[in-house]
């Protein structure tokens, strides 16, 4: 029976042993990682500052854009409701044209699309 036991613990003893070894592998990765991860932060923290500049930059050069853009959008709803003010002024041409269409009752579409035309 203690030759048996011997036996246990010696399998046990060797199991431990590469469970440690194992375990030793691990830590030198898991520092490996972390000396990874510290110099990713860096590089990350120093794309963001380069990228924080260049956007200063673009709010900069696209303050005048913005306005023009502004403006142009202004324009444009004040032609879809006839001018400023929804008044229209002299010499401008209003191209859209109120059109009276007669109901399409589902008889004879061609007939329909002729009369319309």
């Not at 510290?38 to 005048?64: F, K, P, Y």
């Amino acid at each position: 029976m203690e030759g048996k036991l011997d036996g246990r613990l010696k399998v046990v003893e060797g199991q431990l042993e590469a469970v440690e070894i194992v375990v030793e592998g691990m830590k030198a990765e898991t520092t490996t990682l972390r000396q990874d991860s510290i110099a990713i932060r860096q590089d990350l923290q120093e794309v963001m500052r380069i990228l924080g500049g260049q956007h200063n930059n673009q709010d900069e050069q696209s303050d005048g854009s913005q306005a023009s853009v502004n403006a142009n959008r202004r324009a444009r709803r004040e032609d879809e409701i006839g001018g400023r003010e929804g008044e229209q002024l002299e010499g401008q041409f209003n191209w859209r044209k109120k059109v009276e269409l007669p109901v399409f009752k589902g008889v004879d579409p061609l007939n329909w699309i002729n009369w319309i035309n």
